[in-house]
């Protein structure tokens, strides 16, 4: 059984309105796609890394992989036409090279906080049910709207779930399901956990954590920074 980390990267962050695409901007003199690749590179249970990549930064990210000595890279696939598209190029990608019951663990390339227990706990569950959906509980009280504008109710908390990555399937399965997604017309799904949804299967919950954020904007790139600067006070159990 092999355990492989497929990191999308082939977005062009059109919401972080900077010049190079968001998962290439370096952090303290680091790119946030490093951070990512260094998640799975230093995680005893993942056996390979292959990463989605963006048209034209393919080399650049070889480079980075050698010099950050990302070993475990060993595919670089073209991204899509949407996330969709992306993970369904990386999915066919590795399918025609692994074991149907092997696990491929989707995760976002612009997630770099994610921690080793998260991607521990991803591949426990998924092991145990076929697959794993990242997930934290939803703190804040939730409204339901029609317009955008004024409420038309609320909806318990308690019954929701926010999704992260990464997501945890074994490769026949999802390969599977991508062409039958493609069958019915379903192309532009907004994550693999939806896909699912969509095609009428379950998904079961890991772990998720506050901290594993997605950088979309500028603001969120200020508390990845904060975060890699916070050390957590000594008299927090």
């Known amino acids: 059984m092999s355990n492989i980390a497929l990191i999308i990267a082939g977005g062009s962050g059109n919401r972080m309105h900077q010049d190079i695409p968001k998962q290439f901007l370096t952090v303290n003199e680091k790119p946030v796609i490093v951070y990512t690749l260094e998640a799975f590179q230093n995680h ?32 670089v696939i073209p ?22 019951q092997d696990l491929v663990l989707i995760h ?4 770099p906080m994610v921690s080793a227990e998260i991607i521990s706990d991803n591949i426990r569950v ?8 990242t997930v934290i509980p939803c703190a804040e009280a939730m409204m339901q709207t029609e317009d955008g504008h004024v409420s038309v109710g609320s909806y318990p908390r308690d019954r929701l779930k926010r999704t992260q990555t990464p997501q945890a399937f074994r490769i026949g399965e999802l390969a599977e399901l991508h062409r039958q997604a493609l069958e019915a017309g379903i192309t532009n799904s907004v994550a693999s956990c939806t896909l699912m949804i969509e095609m009428g299967k379950q998904v079961y919950f890991s772990q998720g954590s506050e901290k594993n954020i997605k950088l979309t904007t ?10 890699l600067a916070a050390k957590r006070a000594d008299w927090l159990k």
Do not use: M
């Not at 292959?50 to 650049?60: T, Y």
């Not at 996330?83 to 025609?96: F, H």
């Open 79 to 100: 991204g899509g036409e949407n996330g969709q598209g992306s993970i369904r190029n990386g999915v066919y990608a590795l399918e025609k090279l692994y074991d149907p």
């Open 218 to 227: 500028v603001e969120d790139l200020d508390i990845f920074k904060a975060l």
């Open 44 to 75: 005893p249970e993942i056996d390979a890394i292959a990463v989605v990549c963006i048209s034209g930064w393919e080399q650049v990210l070889q480079a980075y992989a050698k010099q950050f000595n990302i070993t475990k890279l060993q595919h």
């Open 108 to 111: 976002d390339a612009i997630r």
């Open 126 to 133: 998924a092991l145990q049910e076929g697959n794993a959906i």
